[in-house]
């Protein structure tokens, strides 16, 4: 199966954009320090949007790479921050790099190990639960994969009772979360949180109940050798 691009591309045009968060996303000022991610490091942010955890990121000293699918949300990113990036094209997409952040107007399914081979961490917030299940553990399997040993990620998931509502976003259940990266990335659970009370759309969409899970990974192995 491959990922619906329409779906997306469709939901940036009619402005249908939801899941873009007004603040910088809690769980990640919380977390970031303990991440230990160098100073000056690369960061990747899959499915990016125009997310404002990106300059939040560069703020705070790291180098940003971001892959986006949608040219309206990557435009409405630099405009936003009144940034002019340089743009570029290369065999990942269409490349706009501006100071210390760079975003790839592409397929996140088209990078390989080259592309990510600089981030030493990763910050998942709504590209894994945008993915239905035969997808994700394609996502795993080829772009988690390719990125080097030692990287460290932080990964935000949902728990839901999957019936009550269809996705995206989808439940992530963390039975599924250890099966997608096991054997080859630490996981540690961070927190759960049940969040119902404070996103009164899912509420209205038929949800009972809705978990907000972070986690903590480190890729253990060399994805050469996989």
């Known amino acids: 199966m491959d990922m619906d691009h329409e779906f997306w591309l469709q ?44 300059p939040w990121l560069a703020a705070h000293g790291h180098r940003i790479l971001g892959i986006e699918l949608s040219p309206i949300a990557v435009e409405q990113f630099f405009a936003e921050h009144r940034l002019v990036p340089e743009v570029r094209r290369s065999r990942y997409g269409v490349h706009h790099v501006a100071g210390a952040i760079e975003v790839i107007q592409g397929d996140a399914f088209g990078l390989d190990a080259a592309a990510l081979a600089d981030c030493v961490g990763v910050f ?43 996705g995206p976003p989808f439940s992530v259940p963390e039975s599924e979360v250890r099966s997608l990266f096991s054997p080859h990335w630490c996981i540690d659970l961070l927190e759960r949180r049940d969040i119902l009370a404070e996103e009164p759309r899912f509420a209205a969409a038929g949800l009972t109940a809705l978990d907000d899970v972070a986690w903590r990974l480190e890729h253990t192995a060399d994805p050469g050798r996989r």
């Not at 553990?137 to 990964?155: D, H, I, K, S």
């Open 124 to 166: 998942d917030r709504g590209a894994l639960v945008a993915l239905p299940p035969d997808l994700r553990a394609r996502y795993a399997n080829e772009v988690y994969a390719a990125l080097p040993a030692g990287c460290r990620g932080l990964l935000l998931t949902f728990e839901y009772a999957q019936a009550q509502m269809p």
């Open 11 to 54: 939901r940036w045009r009619e402005g249908r954009i939801g899941f873009h968060q007004g603040t910088v996303t809690p769980v990640l000022e919380r977390y970031r320090a303990a991440m230990a991610w160098p100073a000056g490091s690369r960061l990747f942010v899959p499915f990016a949007g125009k997310t404002l955890d990106m």
